[in-house]
């Protein structure tokens, strides 16, 4: 996983970065709420130049999934 987005889902959900790890659900481990997600998928959209809509972020369960839907918008 790279660092910056580490601390870019750290940042964004207000959680320690050492809590984000590849396996970590956004919901359930990290406490990601309706507004942090809105807020994330907008910090994902400014990263890649891809907008991100409310379905993908409904998507997005695991860090590792949040990775791999920047690889590909990238």
Known sequence: MTESIQVLIARHLDV????????????????????????????????????????DMDELITVQDVMQFIQRAG
């Open 16 to 55: 320690d970065k050492a809590a984000v790890t590849e396996t970590a659900r956004l919901r359930e481990d990290l406490d990601m709420d309706e507004i942090s997600s809105m807020e994330l998928g907008l910090a994902i959209s400014e990263l890649t130049g891809t907008e991100v809509s409310e379905e």
